[in-house]
């Protein structure tokens, strides 16, 4: 069975000026073990078609007009709030661009982390290990336990310590580990990530990467790959999608993609990328805005 | 945390010193002849002088300010020339009915107001959000004053369900002392019955005051609310499935809780400045109504006192404030 099946999405908003189409027809399909990077300017849709995926994107303004989103072959579009909420955290795990403003100030790390393992235990208590109908001071147990085991296995040294500091102790780095550690923590199949490495430093991004890339490979679980860095998309996907105006323009295997672009916008997308060869004055942009999407 | 607290004790001093000097003066300044007054209009010229002399009132004013100071300390805070008791022990009589009816207030206030606002900022723009919303603003706008004589004369005249005003019925006698608290005392003493009479007396006065601060903490938390379930945080604790609940009075409560916290400190102030207009409506023997009769017979020991305890709970609660800041943002926890 096809882990995620997008199929002719079409996803509408609704603003004072009248309805917008946002998403046209897109389709994608992702199977486990492949790393789908989605590459695009601001504004393409691509963070909407990832929300859309585990359903966060408001309703209203937000309306599907057409299409499915097939996630282990039901459609999330039609499941109910409490089968999308046994989904969200357990089945799909979600990493989003800010580390600094996605943990919760008011809250020790460990305190996040567990609950989150708790609320993928209770749907399914092997996550932690534990057999069917564990008691719940069981599941508390097991959760405090995952949660140092995870926070150790994304990089966090003294992890049993750690776990009792405030997201302000963490640096930007450890915040965002924390953080892939919660998308992580209830053994997702699939895990969205929204531009995880956009507001670290270089020598960050690229540990950040390395970390997400192993975890999947060693669970052998799908990743879409929300990004509009072209370095990483080549670095750690498998599977690349080109996304403009709400619309998938290419997609298939990296190094067809990357390597013979097909689509001119593709083409245009690879010249705006400065290398350390780049000479002054060669490096193309990309002509235009993005249109007004309400039109 | 402890040497803080005390540093924040001690740092109380030079602020309780200013103010004694400043009523001192306000006090001696004003016009007015208290101890004629308290004397009588019969009374002669050579009586009100030993009065004056027996009160201290005839000693420059430095001295009377120093044996005031001195005496303050030593726990003599002047004597009411129209109770003629020493003003400590007035207070000490009157402050735990003005404290039980400030607390309970601020009880019905916060318990009422916190999840309102929340539950009115999740479904923002829906009935409930309205219905609140007409109550509060006139809530807010109403005299505590007016808000109590239309309580009395709804539940006391007409409905005839709760006492029209006094704390206790005059023939019974109140709970075994322990906190001066009425309904605490009755609990401790686990007369159940007590608890009733105590609680029925409180409950007009209380309301009374705790419409405004209701009002207005209800209408603070919507707001921080609202901008709390806007941040980041609370999208990613959604994506990974926790249940609104747990988002909402565990995640999203702590957070908004801070701004709402200061006004509720500051309406501990104006609570306590309050009592002097609702103990009066509603008879309750507690340092408003001591206060007023002080301000109306020119007796200015008694004012200077209750102004001096009020000020004192004021900074305490206000040092509570901040030490609880730390509690809800661990950023401004102090060491």
New interface residues.
């Given amino acids: 069975m096809t882990l995620l099946d997008i199929r002719n999405l079409n996803l509408a908003m609704k603003s004072y000026e009248g309805e917008t189409q946002i998403l046209h027809g897109i389709d994608l399909k992702i199977e486990r073990g492949e790393i789908w990077g989605m590459v695009g300017e601001t504004g393409s849709g691509k963070s909407l078609t990832g929300l859309s995926v ?1 359903r ?1 994107v408001p309703s209203p303004p937000g309306r599907y007009v057409a299409g499915s989103i097939k996630f282990r072959g039901k459609d999330v579009l039609q499941a109910t709030d409490r089968e999308m ?6 089945h799909i ?2 990493i ?1 661009q ?1 580390p600094t ?7 020790r790390i460990g305190t ?1 982390l567990v ?2 393992a708790l ?2 235990g209770h749907a399914d208590p092997s996550v932690l290990g534990l057999n069917p109908g564990a008691s719940r001071g069981d599941l508390k147990k097991a959760a405090r336990r995952a949660a140092v085991e995870m926070l150790e296995k994304v990089g966090i040294a003294k992890a049993a310590e750690r776990i009792h500091d ?1 997201p ?1 102790q963490f640096s930007g780095g450890m915040r965002q580990r924390a ?1 892939i550690a ?2 992580m923590i ?1 053994k997702p199949d699939l895990l969205i990530a929204d531009e995880p490495t956009t507001a670290l430093d270089v020598s960050v991004q690229a540990q950040i990467l390395r970390l997400i890339h192993d975890l999947v490979t060693e669970r052998n679980i799908g990743v879409l790959l929300i990004t509009h860095n072209l370095g990483v998309v080549a670095q750690i996907c498998s599977h690349v999608a080109v996304m403009y105006r709400g619309r998938i323009l290419e997609a298939g295997k990296v190094d067809d993609v990357l390597k013979r672009p097909s689509h001119s916008y593709t083409q245009a997308l690879l010249h705006s990328v400065p290398t350390a060869h780049t000479k002054r004055g060669e490096l193309k942009g990309l002509n235009g805005l993005m249109p007004e999407t309400a039109a | 945390m402890l040497l803080y607290i005390l540093r924040r004790l001690v740092l109380l001093l030079p602020v309780l010193l200013g103010l004694t000097l400043l009523l001192f003066i306000v006090a001696r300044i004003l016009p007015g002849d208290p101890v004629g007054l308290a004397a009588g209009p019969n009374a002669t010229p050579e009586l009100i002088a030993q009065m004056k002399r027996e009160l201290g009132l005839d000693q420059p004013l430095p001295v009377q300010y120093w044996d005031y100071l001195t005496g303050l300390v030593s726990g003599d805070w002047g004597m009411s020339v129209f109770t003629r008791r020493p003003v400590f022990a007035d207070i000490v009589e009157y402050l735990p009915a003005t404290i039980e009816l400030v607390f309970a207030s601020l009880f019905i206030a916060v318990v009422i107001g916190i999840p309102l606002g929340l539950l009115t900022a999740v479904y923002k723009n829906g009935a409930l959000d309205y219905a609140t919303r007409t109550v509060a603003l006139g809530g807010i706008a109403m005299p505590r004053f007016f808000l109590g004589l239309l309580l009395q004369m709804a539940f006391a005249a007409w409905l005839d369900v709760l006492p029209l005003s006094g704390r206790y019925p005059l023939i019974e006698s109140p709970p075994d002392h322990v906190t001066g608290l009425y309904t605490i005392d009755a609990v401790i003493a686990g007369d159940w019955y007590a608890f009733q009479i105590a609680l029925s007396h409180l409950a007009l006065p209380a309301i009374a005051m705790a419409l405004s601060p209701l009002a207005t903490i209800m209408r603070m938390m919507r707001a921080s609310t609202i901008e709390v379930l806007q941040q980041d945080y609370v999208m990613t604790e959604r994506a990974l499935g926790l249940s609104n609940r747990l988002i909402l009075f565990k995640y999203v409560l702590k957070n908004a809780m801070t701004s709402t916290l200061t006004v509720i400190g500051l309406y501990v102030s104006w609570l306590l400045g309050g009592t002097v207009l609702v103990e009066t409506v509603f008879d309750w023997p507690g340092l408003g109504l001591y206060a007023t009769q002080a301000i109306l017979t020119q007796d200015f020991m008694p004012v200077i006192g209750v102004t001096l305890i009020i000020a004192i709970i004021y900074l305490v609660t206000m040092l509570v404030v901040d030490l609880l800041y730390g509690v809800f943002n661990p950023k401004v926890r102090y060491a």
């Fill in positions: 585990s966060l909420r046994g989904l969200r955290g357990r795990g979600m989003f800010d403003t996605n943990l919760n100030p008011a809250f996040q609950d989150v609320h993928a405030y302000h953080l919660m998308a209830g």
